[in-house]
């Protein structure tokens, strides 16, 4: 059994690298290797490498962890100056070793790989399609489309780089959903980032070597210079030549508004990451402050669900002046799997990542912060835990809306019917988690503290305005719904 299972978070969905500096760079499994391991909280089931000599692609996937998957010998046979990779959490396709990418494939155009993070909301739709004019699928994600799609392009253009980019741009204009994506070829390697702009994807540099990633940390770790976000819509193509940018689809006018996923901000991405312009941190800290704004109460003591909420219960404590402190410790070496015991040790699966601190906790009135409530069972036992730890009151604070909706842009959520705000009002809940009190983070309150427009982000798992319309039946063609725009 896996702590997830047990532990109630929204999965993260997945995170992409690539880097190259073919004909000068020696080492670019090992740099990509280190990027992953700074995305490894974006993905936990598998992990994949794809490499290039200029004239083969080298590649190596397995399931588990990236420092599990990869040795000094795996890298030193992921030969080449350029390279991509993938840490994956399914959102379509089972967890299994045929589905983990990048893909690695060879057809007439040559070989070609790609890493996806996102979700294709009429994959569904453009597989049965395909298959019934022939098309075999080897895998059961929606990535795999992606490719069946460039198999059936005309590219255009006589180099490389010109084909691989002309066969992306046909091949995308057939989807519809949430992609950042890297393509790698012998000769060239192609980033891009759908128009709305749904999953982040930040350009870097590295002595004089471009680099692509989900997020910056994978920048700092291996010492690249973070040079700007890839836009919405953005094709950035990269070969001997250089680096060129180009707009995904020069002939289609920009959709009215963007879809960045606002819950990157509230918890999947990492808090040293600058994201969407920026930081992470600074943004949880300020959604803790205006929560204390909404939602005052008396209490002695600021308490973080570690290690996600510590950054908004920081806030939390500064805007309330209440003193913060560390009541839960986490365990930072719980495996992907564990054997469970008996009913005899009740909530075995928290306790296995989190301790209270009953020195710190005993008779006091606890605020405790956490950045979501998805089906309420890890709060209601983490409250029962607090309680049993001495604490006199326990007051639940969320540094986010409720989570009353399943996204379907890249995130593994659960179905409506589980999501535990979708049935109840806070009231309810907190009833149900057992706390004294309960108050979540407002939609307005949420953007007033990140200091954007809502019209630049996607919140469908708080409001239900989903941004991309699932494809009517009989059709795979992409319909876009802008909502408030």
Known sequence: MGYDAVYDKLKDE???????????????????YLGLHALQHRGQESAGI????????????????????????????????????????????????????????????????????GNLVNADVLRAELEAQGSIFS??????????LMA???????????????????ALSRVAGAYSLLFLTPRAMVGVRDPMGFRPLVLGKLKGHWVLASETTALDLIEAEYVREV?????????????????????????????????????????????????????????????AIEHPVPADLVVPVPDS????????????????????????????????????????????????????????RVIVVDDSVVRGTTSRKIVKMIRAAGA???????????????????????????????????????????????GYLSLDGLYAALGEERSTFCDACFSGEYLVDFPRKGTAAPSLRVVGA
């Open 309 to 364: 909420g510590v950054p908004a219960a920081i806030g939390y404590a500064e805007q309330s002046g209440i003193p913060f402190a560390m009541g839960l410790v986490r365990s930072h070496y719980v495996g992907r799997t564990f054997i469970e015991p008996s009913q005899q040790i009740r909530h075995f699966g928290v306790k296995l990542k989190l301790n209270a601190l009953r020195d710190v906790l005993r008779d006091k």
């Open 50 to 117: 794809v490499s290039t000599d200029g004239e083969t692609l080298h590649v190596h996937r397995d399931m588990g962890l990236v420092a599990d998957i990869f040795d000094a010998g795996v890298i030193a046979r992921l030969r080449g100056g350029a390279a991509i990779g993938h840490v994956r959490y399914s959102t379509t396709g089972a967890s299994q070793l045929k589905n983990v990418q990048p893909l690695a494939v060879q057809y007439a155009a040559g070989a070609v790989a790609v890493a996806h993070n």
């Open 14 to 32: 997945c995170g992409v690298f690539g880097i190259w500096g073919l004909g000068e760079l020696e080492e670019a499994a090992n740099f990509t």
């Open 231 to 291: 836009a919405p819509g953005e094709l950035v193509v990269i070969d001997e030549r250089g680096l060129r940018s180009e707009r995904l689809f020069p002939d289609a006018r920009p959709p009215a508004r963007l879809g960045r996923c606002v819950f990157e901000h509230i918890y999947f991405a990492r808090p040293d990451s600058i994201l969407f312009g920026q930081s992470v941190y600074s943004a949880r800290h300020a959604f803790g402050k205006r929560l």
């Open 139 to 148: 895998s059961s994600t929606d990535t795999e489309v992606i490719v069946h």
């Open 152 to 170: 059936r392009a005309r590219p255009a253009g006589a180099a490389p780089a010109e084909q691989l980019a002309s066969a992306v741009r046909q």
């Open 392 to 438: 006199a009151e326990v007051h639940l604070r969320i540094s986010s809306p409720p989570t009353a909706w399943p996204c379907y842009y890249g995130i593994d959520t659960p179905t409506r019917q589980e999501l535990i705000a979708s049935t109840h009002d806070e009231l309810q809940i907190a009833t149900y988690v057992t706390a004294d009190s309960l």
